[in-house]
């Protein structure tokens, strides 16, 4: 069973928190967590790509000239895909990319991401993100004390207004609820920060 160090804002060590075996110590799947990846960033695509087909074109659609006797290549329409302003053949239409990803692997890439993160250090637990004020600069202080230099990613339970107002607009800091964090979210960060109580809901809910 994974044991790790539970430390306030000031970055001073206030406790441990003993993790669950089946999900901060699962194997690392990299086939899931490709699959993972792929799933959440399929649909962020926003499908909007159109080309226009030759009923989009601007064009008449009257017969350009008699189909015998001139000597040239039968014509029906001067929107034709053979001539040049013509219509697009096959071209991308509007669609929608996403698709539904078994639960089971979600969960297992999961799971992977945490054990991942865990086992490189680069995951903190904090007491609570019991942030005194909303000021983005305090907040910045505080990242720093912890280590978060770069891209962090934070995993909160509950309503938190100072932590989302003192986050919002820092770059490469993403805060997500712990009922929405996707593997993605932990692959895309180099430094995962949970509370206390996120480290214990995930614990539970994984297993």
Request: avoid cysteine; charged fraction near 30%; charge should be positive.
């Amino acid at each position: 069973m994974p044991t790790v160090e539970v430390v306030n804002l000031e970055n001073e060590v206030v406790g441990k928190l003993d993790l669950a075996d089946e999900v901060f110590s699962a194997p690392v799947h990299e086939a899931l967590l490709y699959e993972a990846v792929r799933h959440y960033r399929a649909g962020l695509r926003r499908g909007t790509h159109k080309t226009k087909e030759r009923g989009s074109v601007s064009g008449s659609g009257r017969k350009l000239w008699r189909q015998k006797g001139t000597g040239r290549a039968r014509v029906g329409s001067i929107r034709s895909p053979l001539w040049r302003h013509g219509g697009t053949i096959h071209g991308p239409q509007p669609r929608d990319y996403s698709y539904r990803l078994p639960r089971k692997m979600l969960l297992g890439a999961l799971r992977a991401a945490l054990s991942g993160r865990l086992g490189e250090g680069r995951l903190t637990v904090v007491k609570s993100f019991d942030v005194s004020t909303n000021k983005t600069k305090e907040f910045r202080r505080v990242l720093d004390r912890l280590g978060a230099s770069r891209s962090v990613l934070l995993v909160n339970n509950g309503d938190n207004p100072n932590l989302e107002r003192s986050s919002r607009n820092l770059a490469g800091v993403t805060l997500v609820p712990s009922r929405e964090v996707h593997p993605y979210h932990l692959l895309d960060h180099e430094r995962v920060i949970l509370s206390e109580e996120t480290a214990q809901k995930l614990s539970e809910a994984l297993r």
